[in-house]
Nanobody
Framework: VQLQASGGGLVQAGGSLRLSCAASGHTFSAYVMGWFRQAPGKEREFVAAIRVRGGGRYHTDSVKGRFTISRDNAKDTVYLQINSLRPEDTAVYYC?????????????????WGQGTLVTVSS
């Protein structure tokens, strides 16, 4: 399974970005894709996850209302819309995937990872 993340960049506080993650090379009938992030000097943390087919998504409490995960089944692509960016959102954002339908927040439950895309928010 290959995951290609894109969309990161440098943005001012209050701005928006949309991250994309395209999946390829799999034959899953049901799977979940998610986003984690790792800020400088911190551990990687869960952000959001979505069932690619069948609906259902979950956002961690700290991003609810500002981040939205969505999917385009035809393109096998998941998006993370990030609004009202804050300096503390600065991190490398990683796309992940797992076969099945459970929306885990534990990174050890995701065997497939993209290369990460850097989001830098200036104050």
């Amino acid at each position: 399974v290959q995951l290609q993340a894109s969309g990161g960049g440098l943005v001012q506080a209050g701005g928006s970005l949309r991250l994309s993650c395209a999946a390829s090379g799999h034959t899953f009938s049901a799977y979940v894709m998610g986003w984690f992030r790792q800020a400088p000097g911190k551990e990687r943390e869960f952000v959001a996850a979505i069932r690619v087919r069948g609906g259902g998504r979950y956002h961690t409490d700290s991003v609810k209302g500002r981040f939205t995960i969505s999917r385009d089944n035809a393109k096998d692509t998941v998006y993370l819309q990030i609004n009202s960016l804050r300096p503390e959102d600065t991190a490398v954002y990683y796309c992940t995937a797992r076969e099945g339908t459970l929306l885990y927040t534990d990174q050890t439950q995701y065997p497939y990872w993209g290369q990460g895309t850097l989001v830098t928010v200036s104050s």
